[in-house]
């Protein structure tokens, strides 16, 4: 799906005064700051061109009105995917941004380099804190966890204290989770370490080793973890 249609879709469910969460329950759109995970997959010989594109549109959006983040990574084991992190002051900066020109036609040409359409994934904030700007050694960890929809609150709940926790540990500089607006049970944590070994270590610490096993009865999916680098 386009970013122009999901973004429509997000407009029309606040247009409509509410969402529907996928326990089916009528909910209040958030409101504040705007979040969105975007998933790009390109041929593994595109993605030279592909980076550079991406680049360049983190660029331009930072200094659009309302950008408070634009992030382009690049996975480790699987160099042709990047995942694209933004944040923006309002829905309507957001917006905003998806109908621009430029990125339009930074899409258009990114088009091309796809194997798979990019995938964009509208969110807001349930536990944002200050992050450290990555550098060529950071490891960032962008996580897909899934609730069972009647669990969604003990997750939620099980992954702000391992926050927390994990605000205690060396090397940490990046803790957010992200809710997706359409689907409130789909969770995007997104983590920034030092390195691979203080990564390491707080996944063998036991806050990490607590909420995996609290994860393992109330997960409607396999926890997907990707690991990446800041496209500098």
């Known amino acids: 799906m386009s970013i122009l249609r999901l973004c429509f879709a997000v407009l029309a469910a606040i247009a409509g005064g509410n969402f529907v969460s996928s326990t089916g329950h009528a909910q209040t759109p958030p409101s504040g700051p705007a979040y969105v995970v975007g998933y790009v997959e390109v041929s593994a010989s595109s993605k030279a061109s592909a980076r550079a594109?991406?680049?360049a549109l983190r660029d331009a959006s930072r200094?659009?009105?309302g950008n408070?983040?634009?992030?382009?990574f690049q996975r480790i084991d699987r160099p042709q995917q990047f995942v694209v992190l933004e944040s923006w002051k309002d829905i309507k900066?957001?917006?905003d941004h998806a109908a621009a020109a430029g990125t339009k036609q930074s899409m258009e040409k990114l088009k091309p380099h796809l194997v798979a359409p990019y995938d964009e994934r509208p969110s807001f904030g349930f536990m944002v804190g200050a992050a450290k700007a990555p550098n060529t050694r950071s490891v960032i960890a962008v996580t897909h966890v899934d609730f069972v929809g009647a669990k969604k609150d003990d997750g939620l709940a099980a992954l702000k204290q391992l926050g927390?926790?994990?605000a205690k540990e060396a090397g940490l500089q990046r803790f957010?989770?992200?809710q997706q607006t359409s689907r409130v049970n789909h969770i995007t944590l997104i983590e920034g370490w030092s390195g691979m070994s203080t990564l390491e270590a707080h996944e063998k610490a036991a806050p990490s080793r607590k909420f995996r096993d609290a994860l393992l009865p109330i997960g409607g999916a396999l926890?997907?973890?990707r690991l990446y680098r800041v496209v500098d």
Request: charged share 30%; no cysteine; hydrophobic share 30%.
């Open 223 to 225: 926890f997907d973890q």
């Open 176 to 178: 957010d989770i992200w």
């Open 68 to 72: 408070t983040g634009s992030d382009v």
């Open 63 to 65: 200094k659009e009105p």
């Open 93 to 95: 900066a957001q917006t």
């Open 164 to 166: 927390t926790d994990s």
């Open 53 to 55: 594109v991406l680049r």
